[in-house]
């Protein structure tokens, strides 16, 4: 699969994946400040944002979307920066091709399995007729009644667009994640480490990396950090984007 992406910036090449509902240009305001240092690839991951959809989803398929890209842009060997459902990607992808990885960075999440835990998210989205609604404010009301927060609202509605005729669509391939949600989920493992730096990057307000994550982070990945990101949850790049750009120039040097 072609995956959707934004090229910008010189420089040694760096890759961010997004998380879960979300989609590249969710790191756009972190990309413009490390493009006068590095090449950045804002990416799509399938069934999300311009890439296309797939009935096949799975992390084996999102690592091998992103060798793809790799392979047709020429990239030999990149950092790679992935959040939440993104860093799974990314982790997999430097557990199975270690050469095509410089530097990691995981974004507020563990190899670990997670339960189930959106289906609430899910149950909002569906709820919202997309043929029949006439504005945004009609969606933003249905799911108001799901979710409380504006923001979280604000984020999901990003992945509601038009289409030719004027309406509004999914770019996410909601029929599909919901589905399969429970592969976002599925703990990464492998029966080697992937030696190279590593940074674990966790939001102090978030309980997605626990303490108890450290023995199969440290297993897979011997040779890295974690760190915690002060006030910020699990959209860490969104709530204190200044201490993560200062994070991953630090850890990239």
């Known amino acids: 699969m072609k995956l959707n992406f934004r090229k910008s910036g010189t420089g040694k090449p760096l890759i961010i994946l997004h998380g879960l509902f979300g989609s590249a240009d969710n790191w756009y305001s972190i990309a413009k400040e490390l493009e006068k240092d590095y090449t950045l690839y804002l990416v799509d991951q399938r069934n999300h944002g311009d890439s296309p959809h797939s009935a096949d989803w799975n992390y084996d398929l999102m690592a091998e979307d ?38 990691l960075i995981v974004a507020d999440i563990a190899p670990r399995y997670y339960p189930l835990h959106h289906q609430v998210i899910l149950e909002g989205l569906n709820a919202i007729p997309v043929n029949a609604i006439k504005s945004r404010k009609e969606a933003d009301d249905i799911l108001a009644q799901y ?107």
């Open 147 to 253: 979710i409380r927060s504006v923001g979280i609202r604000q984020f999901l509605l990003k992945s509601l667009g038009r289409n030719d005729a004027g309406g509004f669509e999914w770019k996410i391939n909601l029929d599909v994640i919901t589905e399969k949600i429970e592969i976002v989920g599925q703990e990464i493992d492998a029966g080697h480490a992937f030696p190279k730096p590593t940074l674990f990057m966790g939001g102090a307000n978030s309980d997605y990396i626990r303490p108890e994550d450290q023995e199969s982070i440290l297993r897979l990945f011997p040779n890295s950090q974690t760190i915690f990101i002060p006030n910020a949850g699990h959209w860490l790049h969104a709530e204190q984007p200044a201490a993560v750009i200062e994070a991953v120039r630090g850890f990239l040097g």
């Open 66 to 103: 992103l060798l793809q890209l790799m392979n047709d842009e020429g990239i030999a060997q990149a950092h790679l920066m992935g959040h939440s459902m993104g860093g799974k990607t990314v982790m997999h992808f430097a557990l199975s091709h270690p050469e095509r990885v410089e530097k």
